[in-house]
């Protein structure tokens, strides 16, 4: 990792994502593999995300699942 990689915490990612995804969720990613932004984490680290891994999730993942939740409520 470079000195200028910026991390979030779960707690940074679910304000970042208020509304839309909880804390709560993004706890249950941990456990589930292949969900969400991948994780970066080196061994005995708590959980943390790239933020450019949280980028590239907001601009595929998400995108459609917002997409199609605003469009189900139409």
Do not use: C, N
């Amino acid at each position: 990792m470079s000195t200028q990689e910026k991390l979030l915490t779960p707690q940074e990612l679910a304000k970042r994502w208020s509304g839309v995804v909880s804390l709560r969720t993004i706890y249950s990613w941990t456990q589930k593999p292949h969900r969400g932004p991948k994780r970066f984490s080196q061994k005995g680290d708590p959980v943390a995300y790239r933020l450019e891994d949280v980028e590239a999730f907001e601009r595929t993942s998400l995108r459609l699942q917002l997409a199609m939740a605003k469009r189900g409520a139409q």
